[in-house]
């Protein structure tokens, strides 16, 4: 069974930095392109940063400079570094992977296969 399980989330100051992890269980990381996903209730789930299977990355507007997408494969893990945060980066984050052995980046939360439970940021001051 496939498993994504996030966390590190928490209540952050605005300007902190906050680091999520993705521990994927079940499959073989390097298989699978990666994104992360942010949702405020109520809210379509929004698109936040991406990793293919190639390594290629892509982010959204809204987090270009302030997040980053990593991966380390051996460990089947997917990271995202957020740095510089805002009161807007509040929401449940989201990581997903899939379809296996599609090498382009994927932007849409359709296009994922497999997502995790999801783990609560919030920015306060």
């Known amino acids: 069974q496939v498993q994504l399980v996030e966390s590190g989330g928490g209540l952050v100051q605005p300007g902190g930095s906050l680091r999520l992890s993705c521990a994927a269980s079940?499959?073989?990381?390097?298989?699978?392109?990666m994104g992360w996903f942010r949702q405020v209730s109520g809210k379509e789930r929004e698109f936040v940063a991406a990793i293919a299977q190639t390594g290629a990355l892509e982010y959204a507007d809204s987090v270009k400079g302030r997040f980053t997408i990593s991966r380390e494969n051996a460990k089947n893990m997917v990271y995202l570094q957020m740095n510089s945060l805002k009161l807007e980066d509040t929401a449940g984050y989201y990581c997903?992977?899939?379809?296996?052995?599609?090498?382009?980046?994927?932007?849409?939360?359709?296009?994922?296969?497999?997502w995790g439970q999801g783990t609560q940021v919030t920015v306060s001051s």
């Open positions: 079940g499959l073989t990381l390097s298989d699978y392109g």
């Open positions: 997903a992977a899939g379809p296996r052995s599609y090498r382009g980046i994927l932007y849409s939360s359709r296009s994922y296969q497999y």
